[in-house]
């Protein structure tokens, strides 16, 4: 399954998460330091709905939340 919107074209990124050690100067430490750099996605929230197009045609799709709450899809 790919998880790309329908919609709005929105599919998994890549990115990533820094790993960092101590206290930060501002807690009193000697300032926090980068140990790791890990490789991570960054997936989007797709839900499979019933989707009634222009048509009048029903449909079962993969759409992005934020399409559904800002009204772009009619639901069936």
């Known amino acids: 399954m790919s998880r ?8 998994p990124v890549k990115g990533r998460k820094i790993h960092r050690s101590g206290l930060t100067k501002k807690s009193g430490g000697i300032g ?9 996605t960054f997936r989007p929230n797709l839900q499979r709905i019933r989707v009634k197009l ?5 449909k079962r799709m993969w759409v992005s939340v934020k399409a559904i709450k800002a009204g772009m899809i009619e639901k069936a």
């Open 4 to 11: 790309i919107c329908t919609v709005t074209g929105k599919r």
């Open 32 to 40: 926090t330091h980068v140990t790791k750099c890990v490789k991570r």
């Open 54 to 58: 222009p048509s009048g045609q029903v």
